[in-house]
């Protein structure tokens, strides 16, 4: 079988991912909280392990569908920094997968055109971790497919807060004045500071909550909540999530009449198609 994953996917699927991309705009970048692995094992009468082992098949579906479908960012939370009070088996055992996925993967996606990013708090992880992804991180750094962002001892506030000491470090050193603090200004001293803001969010396991994930860069993003637990999670569950944002109106602040008059995005594949259809139909 094919190392490509383009030349490595069924026809089926092949034109459900054409109808998807002919239905609308694609969201840019899509995060993801991968939640539900232990429940889902112990559901199935297995041990938390066995869910966390099968999540890693979940990643690697979902990184594909995305690359294939053309979603050019793709961020995963796969570790917060609150995770650390789990039992140190379950985290040694994560760590381990965590090290296995790496190892294993990065050949595929770098043959793929991914380019791997890591944020969070990445010197608190085992020394053999860091070290796997400076060299993947490196290995892949000129790829212009889909950028794939594992968040790993991650927490929102954590980065927050780091940013707010390094705004007041560059205050005092007088590289930066308290007036000059914008948004713009304040976000690129973020961890996200080279990736946009997620477009959808999902959450798998049905929880309805952000567990500290990307609190200041989903000010915006639509939400998209699932029962699904994360390792039954599959691409046809993230075309469901990618279909319901593309029929969703994203309106940031304005009303719907405003969004509606607004001047169409015409490179957009909806308006493309619209423009195909309208001539062969002229009115
Ligand atoms: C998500 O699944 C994986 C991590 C948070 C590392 P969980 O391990 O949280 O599974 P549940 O939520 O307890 O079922
Ligand atoms: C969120 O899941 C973190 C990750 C998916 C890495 P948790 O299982 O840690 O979240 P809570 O504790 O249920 O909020
Ligand atoms: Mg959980």
Redesign the pocket.
């Known amino acids: 079988m094919s190392r490509n994953w383009l030349e490595n996917q069924t026809t089926i699927d092949k034109n459900t991912q054409d109808t998807i991309r002919m239905s609308g705009i694609l969201p840019r970048h899509i995060a993801i909280i991968m ?5 889902w094992a112990v559901e199935d009468g297995k041990n938390r392990t066995a869910g966390h082992e099968e999540g890693i098949n979940s990643v690697r579906d979902i990184v594909k569908a995305s690359s294939q479908l053309g979603i050019q960012f793709l961020t995963l939370y796969a570790f917060s920094i609150e995770n650390w009070k789990r039992p140190r088996t379950e985290v040694n055992i994560l760590m381990k997968l965590l090290e296995f996925y790496l190892k294993h993967e990065i050949e595929e996606l770098h043959h793929n055109n991914v380019r791997l990013l890591a944020i969070g708090k990445l010197n608190s992880l085992p020394k053999s971790i860091q070290k796997l992804l400076l060299y993947s991180i490196d290995l892949t750094k000129d790829n212009t497919g889909l950028t794939l962002t594992l968040a790993l001892s991650y927490s929102g506030r954590w980065d927050i807060v780091k940013a707010v000491q390094m705004v007041a470090l560059d205050v005092r050193r007088g590289k930066l004045s308290p007036e000059d603090i914008t948004e713009e200004r304040f976000a690129s001293y973020l961890v996200t500071h080279n990736i946009p803001d997620p477009d959808l969010l999902i959450r798998t ?1 049905g ?1 309805m909550r952000l ?1 500290n994930f990307l609190l200041w860069e989903t000010a915006y993003s639509e939400i998209f909540i699932t029962d699904r637990y994360w390792p039954a999670y599959r691409r046809e569950d993230l075309y469901i999530a990618v279909n319901n944002y593309m029929c969703r109106e994203r309106r940031f602040g304005k009303t719907s009449a405003q969004i509606l008059t607004e001047q169409p995005d015409t490179n957009s594949p909806k308006n493309y198609f619209q423009r195909v259809m309208d001539a062969f139909n002229p009115r």
């Open positions: 939640d539900g692995n232990g429940r396991s929880e567990s």
